[in-house]
């Protein structure tokens, strides 16, 4: 997906996401982790499924807020 490679202080920048998103996504993560534990294996789609595409957005929700957290969206006011 990337075209060139990330400069150092892209890829600082990128680590320090990422431990943001682990910090924010723990509970999610946890939550992921004992419902596949818990899951038969002979049935592990149906509302199983489900739980873990529902877990997973809320991973990638918390992961682009962590983000935009990040961005500039200040704006000046009148000048």
Known sequence: MRSA???PEKL???QALAD??????ADEIEALAQTLVATE???P???TEFKLRDLGHRIAAKAME???A???TA????V
């Open 41 to 43: 294996a002979d049935h």
């Open 20 to 25: 943001a998103i682990r910090a924010a996504t």
């Open 70 to 72: 990040r961005k500039k």
């Open 5 to 7: 490679p990330l400069t």
């Open 66 to 68: 962590q983000h935009l």
């Open 75 to 78: 704006t000046r006011g009148p």
């Open 12 to 14: 600082a920048e990128a």
């Open 45 to 47: 789609f149906g509302a």
